[in-house]
């Protein structure tokens, strides 16, 4: 169902207000100034001592969860609001900064469900699930100060931590900065695969029938099945994992800054075929190119382009005289072979 919340009520609702106030007063490291502005917000509506009070409620029965990982991890990233200009939110990303209240409360009073989504396999009703729609990159920071960066239309579970820091991409892509802690293994499981790490970067993507891994720096290892059966193998900085269906497993040095540009929000080509680029392009958009053209859809295309504005990418293949645009309209662009080429 389409929401029809305007951005203005959501500005106005006092209840994801309080909660991100909440959570950003437990941190030790409060102003005067922000203190001064909290207590300006109280005093400015009754709806706000309310929804305030109804915050401290809901605080006090979260004992039993106050040292949960996954609680923590929420709570981390909450306290990196700059509270003078509190994060107004809406319910699907409210477990972002108001990390206190989503762990018991987010079911049945902020949408936990919607920020769960629906994306299968077993998990504890509290470990949360952060995720992106598309076009969209979030960056958010777990209790031991490692750093997810998710990509486009993914998703990502921070699973209980014990003596391994676990979390599970559900989908899409994510880049991985693992804060060093040589006694707790950090493991991302990617369908029926899984990557470890100490302190390390690295991105993992996640495709219908395959698998990918770019080590940035550090080392990991990943394990899983694969056609020869299970197996494991470590990977060095520079390098490439790709677990295709039913391929065996390859690894090869690829340049990661290329790789990894999509976290600036650019993508680059370098001699790859337009219908390798125009599928990377319409991960980041809702508005799909077409290139059914065999002879165009093999036109080799090298670039940098912004994640996001297919009119942009379009405008400038056609200033090289590569395509013209057929038919047309607000959900597809279909790329055609120009008049000289056909």
Do not use: C
């Not at 490692?146 to 599970?168: F, K, M, Y």
């Not at 991302?188 to 395959?210: C, H």
């Amino acid at each position: 169902m389409t929401s029809t919340t305007s951005e203005q009520e959501r500005l106005e609702d006092p209840a994801s207000v309080a909660a991100t106030w909440f959570a950003r007063l437990q941190g030790g490291d409060v102003s005067l100034q922000e203190r001064r502005d909290f207590q300006r917000w109280l005093n400015a509506d009754a709806r706000h001592a309310d929804a305030w009070s109804a915050v401290g409620d809901t605080w006090h029965g979260l004992s039993g969860v106050e040292d949960d990982p996954a609680f923590a991890a929420l709570r981390a990233d909450a306290l990196s609001v700059d509270a003078s200009r509190p994060r107004l939110l809406n319910r699907r990303n409210l477990g972002l900064a108001a990390a206190s209240l989503v762990v018991a409360a987010g079911a049945a009073a902020f949408g936990w469900g919607h920020l769960a989504g629906d994306h299968g396999g077993a998990a504890a009703s509290d470990e949360p699930v952060f995720t992106t729609a598309v076009g969209e990159r979030s960056t958010f920071r777990l209790a031991d100060n490692s750093v997810v960066t998710l990509s486009t239309d993914s998703a990502v579970r921070v699973n209980h931590w014990g003596r391994e820091r676990r979390l599970t991409l559900l989908k899409g892509q994510a880049y991985f900065q693992v804060a060093k802690d040589k006694t707790r293994p950090f493991i991302v499981t990617a369908g029926d695969k899984s990557v470890t790490a100490v302190g390390t970067a690295f991105d993992v993507r996640l495709e219908p029938g395959k698998l990918s891994v770019t080590l940035v720096e550090g080392r990991v290892r990943i394990a899983g099945a694969s056609p020869k059966g299970p197996r494991r193998v470590e990977m060095s900085a520079g390098s490439r994992f790709v677990a295709a269906d039913p391929a065996d497993w390859t690894i090869a040095s690829v340049d990661t800054a290329k790789e990894s540009a999509w976290l600036q929000g650019r993508l680059v080509f370098d001699g790859e075929p337009l219908s390798a680029v125009v599928a990377e392009m319409n991960r980041f958009s809702d508005r799909k190119l077409d290139v059914t053209d065999p002879a165009l859809a093999a036109t080799r295309v090298s670039g940098v382009f912004k994640t996001g504005q297919v009119d942009a990418f379009v405008a400038a293949l056609r200033t090289y005289g590569l395509v013209e645009v057929g038919r047309s309209d607000a959900r597809r662009i279909e790329l055609v072979r120009p008049a000289h080429g056909a």
